[in-house]
């Protein structure tokens, strides 16, 4: 049974404060990811994405990048996921330890009317990240390996796949400008603000 995805969100962005480093960054894709990050708690640590579909796990890699002794999250949707497929061999090759992507996978693209995506026709994600190199890639079908994944992604670079159910869930819209997201999120790193 495919598992509930604002519960799995919930579950993964529980105490965003218990990672070294300082507080979890999180990236969100467009749509229900961001739409259950913000509902998990609307933090300045928390970057989403409105528009830039197939971007998040970019957006993710450049900010491991630029802040090395933060934990990055990225939580995105199958759909972004398969738009910006190309961007997991470049994640792979640059082996950062910082960086862990979740892709919320309920094979439909759900913000444009729930056609079915290549995930419900036969693409497995896991196993794509593992052929550009991800060393560690997984796809979780139980809630028993939520707590478990919540762990990991903590602790190390990870690709996983959560089989989330398509049922829709009332949305949380957080912010939606985006300067003023952008300029919340700097001050949180401690950077200056234009």
Request: proline residues 5%.
């Amino acid at each position: 049974m495919a598992l509930d995805r604002r519960a799995v969100v919930a579950e993964l962005l529980r105490d965003p404060g218990d990672t070294p480093g300082g507080e979890l960054l999180v990236v969100t894709g467009l749509g229900s990811s961001t739409y259950d990050a913000g509902a998990a708690g609307d933090r300045p640590e928390n970057f989403y994405l409105w528009g830039a579909m197939g971007g998040a796990a970019m957006i993710g890699l450049g900010l491991a990048i630029a802040q090395p002794t933060r934990r990055v999250l990225v939580i995105t949707g199958d759909g972004e996921a398969l738009m910006g497929m190309g961007a997991l061999s470049t994640i792979a090759a640059k082996r950062l330890p910082n960086l862990a992507i979740v892709v919320l996978d309920n094979a439909q693209f759900g913000e444009t009317g729930h056609q079915a995506s290549h995930t419900g026709l036969g693409t497995d994600l896991a196993a794509v990240a593992a052929g550009c190199g991800w060393a560690n890639s997984c796809t979780v079908t139980a809630w028993e390996d939520i707590p478990a994944l919540r762990a990991r992604v903590r602790q190390e670079a990870v690709f996983a796949v959560v089989k989330i159910s398509a049922a829709e869930v009332p949305r949380f819209l957080p912010i939606r400008d985006g300067a003023r997201l952008t300029a919340r999120f700097r001050d949180a790193l401690g950077l200056p603000v234009d």
